[in-house]
T-cell receptor, first 110, second 117 residues
Framework: LAKTTQPISMDSYEGQEVNITCSHNNIATNDYITWYQQFPSQGPRFIIQGYKTKVTNEVASLFIPADRKSSTLSLPRVSLSDTAVYYCLVEDSSASKIIFGSGTRLSIRP | GAVVSQHPSWVICKSGTSVKIECRSLDFQATTMFWYRQFPKQSLMLMATSNEGSKATYEQGVEKDKFLINHASLTLSTLTVTSAHPEDSSFYIC?????????????FGPGTRLTVT
């Protein structure tokens, strides 16, 4: 299983764009990259998933370079409610288990 | 969207007793469910993979006789913490994949807070 490395924490302000980068140097050809958000005392919530280039949905964008050894989650115009822990995961194509890394604790200030 | 529920959402039990936590996929079938444990300010730690109709696969260091997992149907997996001790106090989270979809997305339950006194 590919390991992921993320910054432990990040701070930003309301209305700013936040980019969280994740490294996954050993990603395999069939692996997908998925980001989850977790609030205290809640289960993780799916944000976005991608394989290569760029993926965008109503809450975030995911940028993946050609070598796929890293990915960047972009949150546009964050608000206080975006304060949470964000996990970058590499999911095995066989749909077997996934391992959570340490995550990035994002704090948004007024 | 796909929903996973857990019951109870929180439970307090005395040391030495057993506690059962249920994980249900409400609108999809899941041949595989996962159980995680999370301590305060830490990441989720995978405990075991629950397979419908067969034995669970436990991660290294997780006692299978202490954490009993039963996946008797395509929508229900249970985790029983036997002879609970205060160090078992934690936040337990389950997740499931939709067996009918070609997606790697996992759907997580809301978690169960276990406190052992």
């Amino acid at each position: 299983l590919a390991k992921t490395t993320q910054p432990i924490s990040m701070d930003s302000y309301e209305g700013q764009e936040v980019n969280i980068t994740c490294s996954h140097n050993n990603i395999a050809t069939n692996d997908y990259i998925t980001w989850y958000q977790q609030f205290p005392s809640q289960g993780p919530r799916f944000i976005i998933q991608g394989y290569k280039t760029k993926v965008t949905n109503e809450v975030a964008s995911l940028f993946i370079p050609a070598d796929r050894k890293s990915s960047t989650l972009s949150l546009p115009r964050v608000s206080l409610s975006d304060t949470a822990v964000y996990y970058c995961l590499v999911e095995d194509s066989s749909a077997s288990k996934i391992i959570f890394g340490s995550g990035t604790r994002l704090s948004i200030r007024p | 969207g796909a929903v996973v529920s857990q019951h109870p959402s929180w439970v307090i039990c005395k040391s030495g007793t057993s506690v059962k936590i249920e994980c249900r996929s409400l609108d999809f079938q899941a041949t595989t469910m996962f159980w995680y444990r999370q301590f305060p300010k830490q990441s989720l730690m995978l405990m075991a993979t629950s397979n419908e109709g067969s034995k669970a696969t436990y991660e290294q260091g997780v006692e299978k006789d202490k954490f009993l997992i039963n996946h008797a149907s395509l929508t229900l997996s249970t985790l029983t913490v036997t002879s609970a001790h205060p160090e078992d106090s934690s936040f337990y989270i389950c997740s499931a994949r939709d067996s009918g979809r070609l997606s790697y997305e996992q759907y997580f339950g809301p978690g169960t807070r276990l406190t052992v006194t």
